[in-house]
């Protein structure tokens, strides 16, 4: 059973940075794909960026497309999400996912999630 705890999430004002990681356990990190989501309130959860356990690959949102960047620590079984010039418009809850296919951007083609983490971005 993989499980996934995701950390690194806070109150930071625009144009400020924040690194999000998820930890994953009962599986190698390397094996899976991860893909982060973020949850606004009244909103649909939608996805934000991905990287694939396929040669490393990487996806991400429209949204996020330059301001974003995924990455993977083998070493300490660790996703991270690095995001930069935050907008008020990227406050939501943050979850990480897991499959052990290619990247999509489907909800429910990922079979391991973790809890979230709140990230507030004031103005």
């Known amino acids: 059973q993989v499980q996934l705890v995701e950390s690194g999430g806070g109150l930071v004002q625009a144009g400020d940075s924040l690194r999000l990681s998820c930890a994953a356990s009962g599986r190698t990190i390397s094996t899976l794909t991860v893909g982060w989501f973020r949850q606004a309130p009244g909103k649909e959860r939608e996805f934000v960026a991905g990287i694939s356990w396929i040669g490393g690959s990487t996806k991400y949102a429209d949204s996020v497309k330059g301001r974003a960047a995924i990455s993977r620590d083998n070493a300490k079984n660790t996703v991270y999400l690095q995001m930069n010039s935050l907008e008020p418009e990227d406050t939501a809850v943050y979850y990480c996912?897991?499959?052990?296919?290619?990247?999509?951007?489907?909800?429910?083609?990922?079979?391991?999630w973790g809890q979230g983490t709140q990230v507030t971005v004031s103005s």
């Open positions: 996912a897991a499959r052990r296919s290619v990247i999509i951007e489907q909800i429910s083609g990922y079979d391991y």
